[in-house]
DNA sequence: TTGATGAAGTTTTTT
DNA sequence: ACTTCATCAA
């Protein structure tokens, strides 16, 4: 253990002068406001390897970070392991606001009585039902019935953790705000809130507006405010500090601390969405295949209705052999192991050579269920035989796996043959009712839908399952995340209608997430669906949000 | 059946 | 800003 002074921040100079001073703060409470790219998540892991290196959060005490994502919780809980070691990380509790819910309600559950009483094996389904299950919806309201009502788990929380970090808290809701204060107003726990205002886009859903300021008021918090951008080249950083004045005139600095040349913006206009999709898969191919930029380094954005902007587009790029990966509709069923299970299945069984996939099946099938030489030869064998066998059915046209019922029957034979007990261990809700054969079902569903816009089996896998594919997502989607080149589609009057407060923040999210080149797209005309009461809509470009590009492109 | 009118939806995460 | 759906009058 070292001394509070001689904490010094490990391997990174990527730290200004005020973030230092969050990651040292031992005695207020910190309410740190922070543009894109400042480190924030750098910043909170420095704070956690100063608090727990010198002994300022000090065993038995633990420090509580919480996120609203389940990736942003992760990743966070690997940088503090990164700065401080594994041992130290340990008193690391990292959560999305609901798993912290749910560990107050498991642990406190006798506290809850009368209608908000939980059985003891309740599950979290679509409805409330009384005693039974609870929806996402009830999670954070019902801990902080819980921690409301009894002194115990009020006391509980309140021992073990001395400090508390709050991550994107621009877009806290009123419920987890009223979590945050039951347990650690007027406490010793010391909390240090990050986000920043000027990317709220969650207003809609909830998200509280001024609730820096209410927290400042409550918590006694000190403000504070970083003003670096290591993301972005200067150009960009130039477009976006323009934006900046307009939003928060006090966090933007001056152009001339902005110079220098590094970083693209371009602006391209077109006829209609046939054109655009026509140049973009283009200049797409081009930078992958010419310029070597990495496919999931480069990121297509929109406002919203993701479909309707975007179906040109990927029939383009599916021509070109373009990979792509659609977030909204793949995502979640991705990161699903029993989809990493089927994609790698249908990748080995339709030829392509993929020693990747092939090892993590054998991992499951082979080593998973046997438990000596024998059971091993044997399971390895009747997989062999397997595999063989669904690669002649296939050869010989008796399944195709370009059909939904031939995929459908792969999979269930290979359920079958791994054995449906281990396909269920891997993942705890696998268990639960009919959530496995759903799963399976969306998935080869999802896999049939991409195959009818034209793709290859073998596209069609890597861009449902691999890295290598370019991202097309909402605005929304992107919060937090940063790519090499940005395209965002649609920059038009008729696509940012809301109100312009939450729309141009909208923007600086999507404009922000570039780290070397923006591509902005205007088209004067965008088809309707069919049926639509109008067709061939003239659309106008977006005069502000154009022309914070236009000075700096 | 048609047109007119008005309300609702559009952007999301979470065990 | 624009679509979709429900309802009502003609």
Redesign the pocket.
Known sequence: MISADQWLPSDSLKLEPNALVAAKETTRNLALTAGPGAGKTEMLAQRADFLLRTGVCRYPKRILAI???????HNLKARVRKRCGWELAARFDS?????F???IIDRFRPVLTGRDALDEDY???PSRIYRRAIT??D?VPLAVTIVERSAIARNAIRKTYSHVFLDEFQDCTEEQYKLIKSCFLDTAAKLVAVGDTKQR??G???AMEGIFRIYATDFQAHPLNLYQNFRSEPRLRRMQNAMVRVMDPPAALKDEQLQGDEGIIEIHHFEDATGEATHLADVIHDWIEHDEVEPSDIALL???????YCQELRAALNARGVPFRE??KT??LASEPVAGLITDFLLVASGASSPEAHRRLLDIVVYESAFDDEQEHRARSRWHRFVNDVRYQISNGSLNLGSRTGIARVVSGLVELIGRDSVVALS??YA?GDRLNQLIDNIVGRLVDLLQDGADLPDVLTSFSADRAVRI?????S?GLEFDTVIVMGVE???F??RIE?ERS?YFVGISRAKRRLLLTVCEHRE????????D????PHAEFVGYAESYA
């Open positions: 996120s609203f994502k389940v990736d942003a919780s959560h999305t606001f609901h798993a819910a749910k560990r599950t979290v389904g996402f919806a999670m886009i969650m809609w859903a909830g929109v406002s919203r209705q993701q479909d309707l977030e909204d995502q979640d705890a809700d639960q997502m909402s605005i929304h989607k919060k009057k008729q696509t209608w809301g939450e909208a309707r669906p069919e049926g639509a009461r109008r067709w809509l003239q659309r106008t």
